[in-house]
């Protein structure tokens, strides 16, 4: 009888670890809590690298890796992305044959809102992105859409970046709207899940590996991560935007990638962007 | 006929030497085979991770640990081998792809590049 | 006293008991260690260490057989493409089982489209598992 009592309060005691130990990740819409995984993601990094400032995650991997920071700064005073910018301003500025433009179809005139994006849509019951959005002003202004990857769609979005450039980043998931917290514990999920032939997950790398070489290249920590885009990549030669390194990314782990805007990529924008509330933005940016 | 003898045996230890190899890699050929492996980027591309004191390993990576005292810390080499076969059956979050499980590597180029890495 | 140690034991003692060793561990840690074609015993049977995939390979080489696996490999590749986990290769080793069966090598369309198979299935294993434990490396 002590016996079976004695098994009662293990099995008890092992369920109620197990119980407190799922309850904290936030994996589910109940127990899902935004501002905890921010907090928790800081104090990760801050831990990790306890020279680093907060401020300067914007940076990647120039934050906590010395040497490359110099070579980095070198490339800075003669920003590669100088010439996608002015063409940016020129792109943004150049009317629709309807006479109409960008500006027309973003508040304040589509000047200093990067901070914004992406945003929970809630009519639309959908995460949106800066990128996106130039696309449906073309197309509600009677012109194609840009591809997503590069070239003019990329240059547009620096030049939006470039004019908000030391603006905070402010995402918000609507109070109540299960819809808004869905998407972002979707976005949370592909972050941490592990996938592809290689079996990796965008954390094995750019949390637990961050700082640390794989092969000649370090891997950037994920705070900040999208703070600097679209970014002038010297492996690309030219100017991408976020989703391209998405599927980038997706395809290094041996996986099928998911298509640029996937509304899966857009929820892991809305995630990482969250995380990194509270710092600036910065892009473009430059990076090896 | 001594001469006939003479080259019918060196005729005959030809083929033996010949067909030696068809039937089972000798160590030093798994070894040769297994460092192809861990260098290869489309092959195992060890390198990029793991640390290895052989003079033509250049910019290895350090995401896992580096290839020393191996047949300390794996008196088993079966042992070894499980862990290259899987690294994520000892710890889930492991950065280290399952390189037999998911058939990134075939069962040959594991025996091979265990033999090349025991040596360390 | 000693109750506090038999509530001790019986929490250290009972999750190894509840883990006890399933088929599936025994059959991956014998193939891990031993390769293909090795036997083992589980539960006083024995077994093999070949995968299901190189089992259904295993056939007359016949374009009647090779037909069969690739269709088995494709069904199975749009099962993993469906939950979102397709891995890279698959859909080119898949084409290069289909390219091997035209020039009538069936030996070799048969082992490609078992790998295809097996790359397939590892990868619906690999969802299922990461639905449980995704969370694992989310920092506290």
């Not at chain 1, 976020?242 to 990529?265: A, V």
């Not at chain 2, 005959?12 to 070894?31: F, K, N, R």
């Not at chain 3, 080489?61 to 088995?72: S, W």
């Not at chain 3, 290069?96 to 295809?116: F, H, I, P, T």
Request: charged share 25%; net charge neutral; aromatic share 10%.
């Amino acid at each position: 009888m002590k016996i079976i009592k004695n098994i009662t309060i293990g099995l008890s005691l092992l369920m109620s670890t197990q119980l407190v130990f799922s309850a904290q990740p936030g994996t589910t819409l109940a127990s899902v809590n935004p501002e905890a995984d921010r907090m928790a993601l800081q104090q990760f990094f801050k831990k990790r690298f306890p020279d680093a400032e907060l401020a300067d995650y914007v940076n990647g991997i120039y934050a906590v890796d010395a040497d490359s920071r110099t070579q980095w700064e070198d490339l800075e005073s003669f920003p590669p992305y100088e010439f996608d910018v002015e063409e940016g301003e020129r792109l943004f500025k150049t009317a629709f044959a309807n006479g109409k433009g960008y500006a027309d179809c973003f508040e304040k005139g589509g000047i200093g809102i990067r901070q914004n994006f992406p945003y929970w849509d809630k009519k639309a019951g959908t995460v949106k992105t800066l990128e996106q959005e130039i696309n449906e002003c073309r197309e509600s202004n009677g012109e194609k859409p840009l591809k997503w990857g590069k070239g003019p769609i990329a240059q547009i979005s620096a030049y939006m970046a470039w004019t908000s450039r030391d603006n905070v980043f402010d995402i918000k998931i609507p109070e109540g709207d299960e819809g808004a917290l869905a998407a972002y514990l979707d976005g949370k999920k592909f972050f941490y899940t592990k996938r592809g032939q290689l079996n990796l997950s965008c954390a094995n790398c750019h949390v637990q590996g961050s700082n640390v070489r794989i092969r000649a290249d370090l891997a950037s920590p994920s705070l900040g991560h999208t703070s600097h885009f679209p970014v002038f990549r010297s492996k690309w030669g030219e100017l991408g935007t976020l989703h391209r390194r998405y599927k980038g990314c997706h395809k290094d782990s041996r996986s099928q990638p998911l298509g640029m805007q996937h509304e899966t990529f857009r929820n892991l924008e809305y995630f990482q962007t969250y995380m990194s509330n509270g710092l600036v933005v910065n892009g473009p940016g430059s990076r090896k | 006929m001594r001469k006939l003898t003479t080259s019918m045996c060196a005729a005959g230890l030809l083929a033996l030497i010949v067909t030696t190899p068809a039937t089972a890699m000798t160590t030093q050929e798994a070894v040769a085979e297994g460092k192809a492996v861990y260098m290869g980027k489309s092959r195992g591309n060890c390198i990029s991770c793991h640390q290895i004191n052989d003079p033509d390993a250049n910019l290895a990576g350090n995401q896992g640990p580096p290839m020393v005292a191996m047949a300390q810390r794996f008196p088993d080499k079966r042992m070894l081998r499980a862990q290259v076969w899987d690294a994520s059956k000892n710890n889930p979050i492991t950065i280290m792809p399952p390189l037999g499980k998911h058939w990134i590597l075939s069962e040959e180029e594991i025996d091979a590049v265990v033999e090349y890495i025991y040596q360390f | 006293m000693k109750k506090l140690i038999a509530i001790v034991a019986t929490v250290v003692f009972l999750p190894a008991a509840a883990m006890a060793e399933t088929f599936d561990d025994a059959f991956d840690m014998n193939r891990a260690m031993h390769g293909k074609g090795y036997t083992f015993t589980w539960s006083g049977k024995q077994y093999s260490t070949d995968h299901l995939e190189e089992v259904e390979a295993r056939v007359a080489a016949t374009k009647e057989n090779a037909e069969d696996l690739i269709a088995k490999a494709k069904a199975k590749n749009a099962e993993v493409a469906n939950v979102g986990f397709e891995w890279k290769l698959t859909k080119g080793i898949l084409k290069d089982a289909e390219a091997a069966m035209v020039s009538g090598d069936y030996r070799k369309a048969l082992d490609l489209a078992a790998q295809a198979k097996y790359h397939a299935r590892i990868g619906l294993e690999q969802h299922a598992y990461a639905e449980n434990n995704w969370h694992l490396s989310v920092p506290q």
